[in-house]
């Protein structure tokens, strides 16, 4: 592979297999340019500057240049020998190497919010298929059509009680007699039969897996042959135009049912167009879907039902149905086969819904090492923590500040949005130095949540803030402005941005932040309290959701929203609900293993826990920064 490709041009061979990739290319390039061409997902926080050490990667083989004074200062000696090397640093002069990424240097990102980690399963779906050739109806046997059928599919499917619609059964005598008496059952589970197909249509089953998000709705296509995912689609849910989060909507729907009808209805229409997209785009027939499972936070799950959430707004806030639901597609209104059928997954309580059990599936929380620790990060973060002897959940109301609303210049993670902000502070211009990154590589448009999670870090990290978010005095910097006697730092010059003006960060964003990350901090030192452990005993933190696409771990870590603990413990996983919902689609003991799930999950409630107001106000402090040795590695940007 490598001496007969080598030439005088291109004499630089670039292996990273953990990723099974390679590269030819020309001598003397920056190895993170090499390894951005090769999709490699390294961390680079910095921007390639030599500042942040994040970029750093393991080089054998080949000539390169000398490690800089960057990498000096980054990388310990024993790093250096070993061979350790930034990767924005160090040029490729000739010759092959071999590159390898270490853990705490992968970037962790799922690219699209609509997919995330998934757990393989055995297929055992609800849907059966079987092909029959039925004896004919002559004068010896007179038996009734459906009862041929059910006498010859005896074999395969418990029969007894087995039930049709009336639908289905209007179109079996011509069905089985223009298909020459040769046709394939469709059972779900051994209850009912839902359709009578001519000739051998094995080779075609579909399900779908429905995520209903407060603002997304994700749609899964499965082939329930194989299990594999055919199609995958997503819109906005159209019920943001009655309220952005789930109490705006709540108290929407509970003014009257007349609002209910009308947020169920948008719900199922938006939906139905989804799921329309994806079967053209795939070439499916929609009577070959058969069966969908969908998930929801409980206001969502009530929603869709059609049932009036109205009781989730008031103390104690339960539901009105927690198990889960089959009903027929067609009472709700959803465009699959006539006589399909949606499964519902079962909710946990009236803020902890069937997204976050499916969450909990996906990651296979009760097998775990424990203790283990599940958040779903959102207006409304879920969090389950299993102790090793139980699982326990709770929902806190973290706000829209990390969905990028009620800041000055938040956005939602859209084309343009900065997601990822890295300061410092430049000796030789006596003044601090802003990278960033935005979404799409667009111009600024506004700040996402990880944005601001990164700014309040690095402003922390500088001693720019106090703990308690404050702006201190004296401090020079053409960045350090008042905007509207709002102490800012301005993160984005107007000339770089898209909307023309420069893009900050004030001091009331910066409270906003410190009330939503206090929010999830004290749900998260609450469970660990009542489950009598101690945070930094916990051996995993899972991210769950689509805020994970772009937070910073560490940056998370310094402003408290996530416990002090060692940042390799941290993983996101992306949309995992959808995950679950698929897991629950293709194996239907995995269904009943999530309803025993629901059951066992503990659920507490932080608004009448007696300490949440104390444990709450003290979480909104940012932590004491232990080592400032990492900030002394920050400064000045060579
Ligand atoms: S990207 Fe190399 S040090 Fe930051």
Same mark, same amino acid.
């Given at each position: 592979?490598?001496?007969?490709?080598?030439?005088?041009?291109?004499?630089?061979?670039?292996?990273?297999?953990?990723?099974?990739?390679?590269?030819?290319?020309?001598?003397?390039?920056?190895?993170?340019? #090499?390894?951005?061409?090769?999709?490699? /997902?390294?961390?680079?926080?910095?921007?390639?500057?030599?500042?942040?050490?994040?970029?750093?990667?393991?080089?054998?083989?080949?000539?390169?240049?000398?490690?800089?004074?960057?990498?000096?200062?980054?990388?310990?000696?024993?790093?250096?020998?070993?061979?350790?090397?930034?990767?924005?640093?160090?040029?490729?002069?000739?010759?092959?190497?071999?590159?390898?990424?270490?853990?705490?240097?992968?970037? +962790?990102?799922?690219?699209?919010?609509?997919?995330?980690?998934?757990?393989?399963?055995?297929?055992?779906?609800?849907?059966?298929?079987?092909?029959?050739?039925?004896?004919?109806?002559?004068?010896?046997?007179?038996?009734?059509?459906?009862?041929?059928?059910?006498?010859?599919?005896?074999?395969?499917?418990?029969?007894?009680?087995?039930?049709?619609?009336?639908?289905?059964?209007?179109?079996?005598?011509?069905?089985?007699?223009?298909?020459?008496?040769? #046709?394939?059952?469709?059972?779900?589970?051994?209850?009912?039969?839902?359709?009578?197909?001519?000739?051998?249509?094995?080779?075609?089953?579909?399900?779908?897996?429905?995520?209903?998000?407060? =603002?997304?709705? @994700?749609?899964?296509?499965?082939?329930?042959?194989?299990?594999?995912?055919?199609?995958?689609?997503?819109?906005?849910?159209?019920?943001?135009?009655?309220?952005?989060?789930?109490?705006?909507?709540?108290?929407?729907?509970?003014?009257?049912?007349?609002?209910?009808?009308?947020?169920?209805?948008?719900?199922?229409?938006?939906?139905?167009?989804?799921?329309?997209?994806?079967?053209?785009?795939?070439?499916?027939?929609?009577?070959?879907?058969?069966?969908?499972?969908?998930?929801?936070?409980? #206001?969502?799950?009530?929603?869709?039902?059609?049932? +009036?959430?109205?009781?989730?707004?008031?103390?104690?806030? @339960?539901?009105?149905?927690?198990?889960?639901? %089959?009903?027929?597609?067609?009472?709700?209104?959803?465009?699959?086969?006539?006589?399909?059928?949606?499964?519902?997954?079962?909710?946990?309580?009236?803020?902890?819904?069937?997204?976050?059990?499916?969450?909990?599936?996906?990651?296979?929380?009760?097998?775990?090492?424990?203790?283990?620790?599940?958040?779903?990060?959102?207006?409304?973060?879920?969090?389950?923590?299993?102790?090793?002897?139980?699982?326990?959940?709770?929902?806190?109301?973290?706000?829209?500040?990390?969905?990028?609303?009620?800041?000055?210049?938040?956005?939602?993670? @859209?084309?343009?949005?900065?997601?990822?902000?890295?300061?410092?502070?430049? %000796?030789?211009?006596?003044?601090?130095?802003?990278?960033?990154?935005?979404?799409?590589?667009?111009?600024?448009?506004?700040?996402?949540?990880? &944005?601001?999670?990164?700014?309040?870090?690095?402003?922390?990290?500088?001693?720019?803030?106090?703990?308690?978010?404050?702006?201190?005095?004296?401090?020079?910097?053409?960045?350090? @402005?008042?905007?509207?006697?709002?102490?800012?730092?301005?993160?984005?010059?107007?000339?770089?941005?898209?909307?023309?003006?420069?893009?900050?960060?004030?001091?009331?964003?910066?409270?906003?932040?410190?009330?939503?990350?206090?929010?999830?901090? &004290?749900?998260?030192?609450?469970?660990?309290? =009542?489950?009598?452990?101690?945070?930094?005993?916990?051996?995993?933190?899972?991210?769950?959701?689509?805020?994970?696409?772009?937070?910073?771990?560490?940056?998370?870590?310094?402003?408290?929203?996530?416990?002090?603990?060692?940042?390799?413990?941290?993983?996101?996983?992306?949309?995992?609900?959808?995950?679950?919902?698929?897991?629950?689609?293709?194996?239907?003991?995995?269904?009943?293993?999530?309803?025993?799930?629901?059951?066992?999950?503990?659920?507490?409630?932080?608004?009448?826990?007696?300490?949440?107001?104390?444990?709450?106000?003290?979480?909104?402090?940012? /932590?004491?920064?232990?080592?400032?040795?990492?900030?002394?590695?920050?400064?000045?940007?060579?």
């Amino acid at each position: 592979m490598s001496s007969s490709a080598i030439d005088m041009n291109r004499n630089v061979v670039v292996m990273a297999k953990q990723y099974d990739k390679t590269l030819i290319t020309i001598h003397n390039r920056v190895l993170l340019d #090499v390894l951005r061409e090769l999709e490699i /997902p390294l961390r680079s926080d910095c921007g390639g500057i030599g500042v942040c050490g994040k970029c750093k990667v393991l080089i054998t083989g080949g000539n390169s240049t000398q490690p800089t004074s960057s990498e000096r200062k980054l990388l310990s000696y024993k790093e250096l020998s070993e061979g350790y090397r930034l990767a924005c640093q160090v040029r490729l002069i000739e010759g092959e190497f071999e590159v390898s990424v270490p853990p705490e240097s992968t970037l +962790q990102r799922y690219k699209s919010a609509d997919t995330g980690f998934e757990r393989p399963v055995p297929l055992l779906p609800a849907i059966k298929k079987i092909f029959v050739t039925l004896p004919r109806a002559s004068l010896n046997d007179t038996r009734a059509d459906f009862e041929r059928i059910v006498d010859t599919v005896k074999d395969f499917i418990n029969s007894n009680d087995i039930d049709i619609d009336i639908d289905d059964i209007r179109k079996i005598p011509e069905t089985i007699r223009n298909s020459d008496w040769k #046709v394939t059952i469709v059972a779900w589970y051994d209850k009912r039969i839902i359709d009578v197909e001519a000739g051998d249509t094995r080779d075609s089953a579909y399900g779908l897996a429905i995520d209903i998000g407060t =603002s997304k709705i @994700v749609v899964h296509l499965i082939d329930l042959t194989n299990g594999s995912t055919i199609a995958i689609d997503s819109t906005p849910n159209p019920q943001a135009s009655y309220g952005a989060d789930i109490i705006s909507r709540l108290t929407y729907a509970l003014k009257d049912d007349e609002n209910l009808r009308r947020l169920q209805e948008v719900v199922i229409k938006a939906v139905n167009v989804v799921i329309d997209r994806i079967l053209s785009r795939a070439n499916v027939l929609k009577d070959r879907v058969y069966e969908a499972v969908v998930v929801g936070n409980t #206001v969502m799950h009530h929603l869709f039902l059609g049932i +009036q959430p109205k009781y989730l707004g008031y103390s104690p806030y @339960v539901p009105t149905i927690a198990r889960a639901l %089959s009903i027929r597609a067609k009472d709700l209104g959803i465009s699959i086969h006539r006589s399909g059928t949606i499964y519902v997954l079962p909710v946990i309580a009236g803020y902890v819904g069937s997204d976050a059990l499916a969450d909990a599936l996906a990651i296979d929380i009760e097998n775990c090492e424990a203790p283990c620790m599940l958040i779903d990060i959102g207006t409304n973060s879920e969090i389950l923590l299993n102790s090793g002897k139980e699982i326990i959940a709770c929902s806190t109301p973290a706000g829209p500040a990390f969905e990028g609303f009620g800041t000055a210049f938040g956005t939602r993670a @859209v084309s343009g949005a900065i997601d990822q902000v890295f300061i410092y502070f430049d %000796s030789s211009i006596q003044d601090f130095v802003v990278r960033y990154h935005t979404i799409g590589g667009e111009k600024p448009v506004g700040l996402c949540g990880s &944005a601001f999670i990164d700014a309040t870090a690095h402003l922390y990290r500088l001693n720019i803030i106090n703990n308690r978010g404050r702006f201190l005095k004296g401090i020079k910097s053409k960045r350090i @402005v008042e905007i509207n006697n709002t102490p800012s730092f301005i993160l984005a010059w107007s000339n770089e941005t898209k909307i023309g003006k420069d893009i900050s960060i004030d001091a009331k964003d910066i409270n906003e932040i410190l009330l939503a990350k206090a929010a999830i901090a &004290a749900g998260i030192r609450i469970l660990a309290k =009542s489950a009598n452990i101690d945070l930094t005993d916990i051996k995993k933190i899972y991210i769950a959701g689509s805020f994970g696409t772009y937070m910073n771990v560490e940056n998370a870590v310094t402003i408290g929203l996530l416990p002090s603990i060692d940042t390799k413990k941290v993983e996101f996983v992306g949309n995992i609900a959808i995950g679950g919902a698929k897991m629950c689609l293709k194996n239907t003991e995995i269904r009943r293993k999530a309803e025993e799930l629901a059951r066992r999950i503990k659920y507490i409630e932080l608004s009448t826990y007696p300490s949440f107001n104390k444990i709450f106000m003290e979480s909104i402090l940012l /932590p004491q920064i232990t080592s400032r040795n990492q900030e002394s590695s920050l400064q000045n940007g060579g």
